[in-house]
């Protein structure tokens, strides 16, 4: 893996000269997408975040590629539902009644990428799933998934979805208020979380970290602080499951349960260290 010390190199682009503004009003998703695609066609690199407020709808993060976001940098989620198509997740929607196919930072297929410096990726979740909701009951976006019972929308983007990747890298970044889960991973291998700060408190359905049908994960370092489960092991797929997964020294705080395994379990979990988790103010259980 190739994730640097914030450095630029010859081979990395920086946000603002790829067409990008950092005032927390432009919508940037187009710029920073090319940056990404430009950066994967010509073999990788880092596209480096300085300081400022980059409001975007969904990104694609493709191989070799990886995300800089400098201490006062922040990647800024567009609050309008329109800036988030959906990504193909049959096998999961079969089962997880959520139905969140959507995320603010998407990648499928792709090895060797990551996300580090210790900037912030703020999905602004809460005005996010506001407007879903509203747009829902005028008609003009029906959420053929909505929650009657609940009276709450279930088509609501991630923070970050990642689908049958490899070489995976999260260090130092700070993730908050996603309108549904917060960082989520299907299928992948060789996957590091390490020294994340999540906050996930915006709405419902705010888990901080789910890890479904992944091998050779660590997870190590990392504050969270849900508005549901902390760090939950799913198992979506017949014939898959989670293998050599190692949880350590965490602090978490959960309005549902600090470690879960479930609720889907199609599968299963083998191989699970858990070790020095400091668990506080949770509501069911550590």
């Not at 979380?193 to 091998?215: F, M, P, Q, T």
Request: glycine share 10%; charged share 20%; hydrophobic share 35%.
């Amino acid at each position: 893996m190739f994730l640097c010390a914030g450095t630029i190199a010859a081979t990395d682009y920086n946000a603002l000269q790829q067409g990008a503004v950092g005032d927390g009003k432009t919508l940037n998703t187009k710029s920073l997408q090319s940056a990404i695609d430009a950066l994967h066609a010509k073999g990788g690199g880092q596209l480096y975040f300085p300081a400022g407020r980059y409001l975007t709808g969904s990104l694609q993060l493709k191989s070799n590629v990886t995300l800089y976001l400098e201490k006062e940098a922040v990647l800024l989620g567009s609050t309008s539902p329109y800036d988030y198509p959906g990504f193909s997740t049959e096998k999961e929607l079969k089962v997880n009644n959520d139905h969140f196919d959507q995320a603010l930072i998407y990648a499928e297929g792709a090895e060797n990428i990551g996300i580090t410096g210790e900037g912030c990726i703020d999905g602004q979740g809460r005005e996010l799933a506001l407007t879903i909701d509203s747009l829902h009951h005028t008609g003009e976006l029906v959420d053929k998934h909505y929650n009657t019972y609940r009276k709450r929308p279930n088509t609501r983007p991630k923070l970050l979805f990642m689908r049958n990747c490899r070489k995976v890298e999260l260090r130092k970044t700070n993730f908050r208020s996603g309108a549904a889960w917060g960082l989520s991973f299907s299928l992948c291998v060789y996957l590091t979380i390490d020294s994340l700060h999540v906050e996930n408190r915006a709405y419902w359905n705010n888990d901080g970290i789910d890890i479904s049908d992944c091998k050779d994960v660590r997870i190590s370092n990392c504050f969270i602080n849900s508005a549901d489960d902390g760090i939950c092991l799913k198992s979506h797929n017949r014939g898959a499951w989670n293998d050599r997964v190692s949880i350590s020294n965490c602090h978490i705080i959960s309005s549902a349960s600090a470690i879960k395994f479930g609720t889907e379990s199609l599968g299963g979990f083998k191989n699970v260290t858990i070790d020095n988790i400091r668990i506080k103010d949770t509501f069911r259980s550590a």
